[in-house]
């Protein structure tokens, strides 16, 4: 590994480092026996913000975004950071019924249920290069319905972001053959 490849690897472990201790791991929540991420203490630290944005970005060097689609909740707060820094729509899904216009739907399980997600028919042109973006890549039920979502609708993914992705429960593999870059592995 040359020098500059060494750089950049100890500059993305002191980042990834300094995101995870903004991350309140929360026990039992939202049911006994999952230790869920809480990213509230990130979202409550601008330098925090400020350094997850400039991770986020990094993982997009190069690459052709048209929009940013981002999931309903924790979602948007970098979704629309994302999409503002890059110049380009935002594109939110939403929980069923919350969205005013025509919708393209999709079902799909959570590690502790099972849900439904809905975007706007017209949200996505056929063609369009689309970044996806949520707070957490678990099993990849959530990414994997709003893959579905966008290609339903002709719309090219180039990459699935994420602030974390939770390597244990292996999500990964649900959002094969997509790129897929997160901030922080755990």
Do not use: W
Request: aromatic share 6%; proline share 5%.
């Amino acid at each position: 590994m040359d020098l500059g490849a060494k750089l950049k690897e100890r500059t993305k472990k002191m980042t990834t480092n300094i995101l995870k201790s903004y991350i309140t791991d929360v026990a039992d929540f939202p049911k006994k026996g999952i230790i869920f991420k809480d990213i509230t203490s990130l979202l409550e630290s601008p330098k925090g913000v400020k350094i997850c944005l400039d991770s986020l970005l990094s993982g997009l060097k190069n690459k052709q975004i048209d929009k940013v689609v981002a999931v309903e909740a924790r979602g948007f707060f970098f979704g629309m950071l994302l999409a503002q820094s890059l110049k380009v729509p935002f594109v939110p899904v939403r929980k069923p019924r919350k969205l005013p216009r025509k919708v393209v739907s999709q079902s799909f399980d959570l590690e502790y249920g099972s849900d439904v997600l809905e975007m706007h028919q017209n949200a996505i042109k056929p063609g369009d290069k689309i970044l996806i973006h949520d707070d957490v890549l678990a099993t990849g039920g959530t990414a994997e319905a709003v893959c579905k979502m966008v290609e339903s609708l002709g719309g090219q993914i180039v990459q699935c972001n994420f602030i974390m992705k939770l390597d244990f429960l292996e999500g990964v593999k649900k959002l094969a053959p997509h790129p897929i870059y997160a901030a922080i592995s755990y």
